[in-house]
Antibody, heavy 122, light 106 residues
């Protein structure tokens, strides 16, 4: 059974960089056809896809966040990470890591982490 | 960007009711649509992918249909465990989610 676990600070100051890591167990981050994604949910709101990385190194980001986002993978640790630069209060959200399973050109998300609430505040 | 619009935003129903939630895409997404269930404080759970394929382990009272721009999620007989918020997600181009439908107790 694949399990994902986010880790990282719960509080980030405005203008700084939000950094989160997702540890994957029960499966390989190098598995074919799986895209390792970050998704966020603003308090009381819906879900917003942030971006993904494939083990080969290919990435894709939400155009609305692309200039501030980097997703990376460490295959040796079976982990992937999110960096979001120049954060503001609007980036306060629960951040989920998820495994995307590729169909056609996109992914549905079959495994999720439990979520990590990140608050942006001074 | 492909926008996903769910209706209704809130639905009041009783145990045993048949419940239908609709999701409409701003342009055709073929069958590249998934449905999720989310309970308070928890991560979303995948119910259906490719518009109508039931994820392993999901009860058969859940079903999905549709293609193109209009899709539905149906719960044939609502159970106490089904009171939650439901989201659709298109994955034809990038990934976008609907605004959610909260199913509450009538």
């Amino acid at each position: 059974q694949v399990q994902l676990q986010e880790s990282g600070p719960g509080l980030v100051k405005p203008s700084q960089t939000l950094s989160l890591t997702c540890s994957v167990s029960g499966g390989s981050i190098s598995s074919v056809g799986h895209y390792w994604s970050w998704i966020r949910q603003h308090p009381g709101k819906g879900l917003e896809w942030i971006g993904y990385m494939y083990f080969s190194g290919s990435t894709s980001y939400n155009p609305s966040l692309k200039s501030r986002v980097t997703v990376s993978i460490d295959t040796s640790k079976n982990q992937f990470s999110l960096k979001l630069n120049s954060v503001t209060a609007a980036d306060t959200a629960v951040y989920y890591c998820a495994r995307g399973t590729r169909q056609w050109l996109g992914d549905y998300y079959d495994y999720w982490g439990q979520g990590n609430l990140v608050t942006v505040s001074s | 960007d492909i926008q996903m619009t769910q209706s209704p935003s809130t639905l009041s129903a009783s145990v045993g009711d048949r419940v239908t939630i609709t999701c409409r895409a701003s342009q055709s997404i073929s069958v590249w649509l998934a449905w999720y269930q989310q309970k308070a404080g928890k991560a979303p759970k995948l119910l259906i992918y490719r518009a109508s394929t039931l994820q392993s382990g999901v009860p058969s009272r859940f079903s999905g249909s549709g293609s193109g721009i209009e899709f539905t999620l149906t719960i044939s007989s609502l159970q106490p465990d089904d009171f939650a918020t439901y989201y659709c997600q298109q994955y034809n181009s990038y990934s976008t989610f609907g605004g959610g439908t909260k199913v509450e107790i009538k």
